[in-house]
């Protein structure tokens, strides 16, 4: 397994603000997504960052709301952009190895905008 | 692309037995199976990769019935540490869909001493 830092692991945002989230891996990986979990609910896949070329969104997530960005193999950046009340969700972070099954995540970042 | 889980909530004593189940619409390539307490990460209990497959891990186990796109997911014999919300994530064929799972509502599973 490896180990994923999420920074910040909480933060409370203004209306019409942006939050950056950084995910860093302990070790190289082949892919890596980001989820969004609001209270009680699933995980919700919002985009699969891909390393030197633009994310691949899922239905219903624009790059222009979720900028990400994967310089490498071991970070990356999700973008919450023009914050609203119902942005407010824990993002989380997850990455899998080539050839390895397990996908492990992050501690996730708690985002409330107000 | 959601799988469906059932069911929503189980409420156990200590010692007894639980089952939840994954069902899919779509063919599916892998069953993966979490658990997650409150304010933390998912953690990764299991993966199941061929039709038929059943894996185990203490007294946890899962089977893949890769004909009905279905997974369950047996507790035996429930510990207080097994308190927590399960989630399947299915992964779906192979090719550009690799990698990504897609998850479940989940299960909150509360087990009482």
């Known amino acids: 397994s490896a180990v994923i830092s999420q920074k910040p692991s909480r933060d409370i945002c203004q209306r019409g603000t942006s939050l950056t989230i950084q995910c860093q891996v302990d070790?190289?990986?082949?892919?890596m997504f980001w989820y969004r979990q609001q209270p009680g609910q699933s995980l919700t896949l919002i985009a699969t960052a891909n390393q030197g070329s633009e994310a691949t969104y899922e239905s219903g997530f624009v790059i222009d709301k979720f900028p990400i960005s994967r310089p490498n193999l071991t970070f990356s950046t999700l973008t919450v952009s023009n914050l609203s009340p119902e942005d407010s969700s824990i993002y989380l972070c997850?990455?899998?190895?080539?050839?390895?099954?397990?996908?492990?995540f992050g501690q996730g970042t708690r985002l409330t905008v107000v | 692309q959601q799988p469906v889980q059932s069911p929503q909530a189980v409420i156990l004593r200590e010692g007894e037995d639980a089952v939840i189940n994954c069902s899919s619409s779509?063919?599916?390539?892998?069953v993966h199976w979490y658990r997650q307490k409150h304010g933390e990460a998912p953690v990764f209990l299991m993966i199941l990769l061929k039709g038929g497959e059943q894996k185990g891990h203490d007294k946890i186990s899962a089977s893949f019935n890769e004909k009905k796109q279905q997974s369950s997911l047996y507790l035996t014999a429930s510990q207080l540490s097994y308190s927590g919300t399960y989630f399947c994530g299915t992964e779906i064929g192979r090719g550009s869909t690799l990698g990504r799972l897609y998850f479940g509502r989940g299960t909150q599973l509360t087990v009482w001493p």
């Open positions: 779509k063919a599916l390539y892998s």
């Open positions: 070790s190289q990986v082949t892919m």
């Open positions: 997850s990455a899998r190895r080539q050839g390895e099954t397990e996908a492990f």
